[in-house]
């Protein structure tokens, strides 16, 4: 079945780094657009970045020019650096994967960006 596998999250000083990343099986990788969801305690599900099979990417606006989205198709595995990071960038992280009406989902992980 299909599965896609986020790497870690973990908790990081304001102001630091990381970078997530998401690994698909069991699709034709380079037909689906790709991106991050993340969601924070009390608020709603925000799309933070996409990249689109067709190779256009977007960001949130709470995001652009902090985060950068990237893939890789040979590796089925879509990234997520995210510099400059802030408290409120707290939130659980969810890739996807999707094409027309099916879409697939990561298992979340969690971004701790606290001193």
């Known amino acids: 079945q299909v599965q896609l596998v986020e790497s870690e999250g973990g908790l990081v000083q304001p102001g630091g780094s990381l970078r997530l990343s998401c690994t698909a099986s069991?699709?034709?990788?380079?037909?689906?657009?790709v991106g991050w969801y993340r969601q924070a305690p009390g608020k709603q599900r925000e799309l933070v970045a996409v990249?689109?099979?067709?190779?256009?990417?977007g960001y949130a606006d709470s995001v652009k020019g902090r985060f950068t989205v990237s893939r890789d198709n040979a590796k089925n595995t879509v990234f997520l650096q995210m510099n400059s990071l802030r408290t409120e960038d707290t939130a659980v992280y969810y890739c996807?994967?999707?094409?027309?009406?099916?879409?697939?989902w990561g298992q979340g992980t969690q971004v701790t960006v606290s001193a």
């Open positions: 996807y994967a999707r094409i027309f009406r099916t879409e697939y």
């Open positions: 069991e699709i034709t990788f380079k037909l689906y657009a």
């Open positions: 990249y689109e099979s067709g190779g256009t990417r």
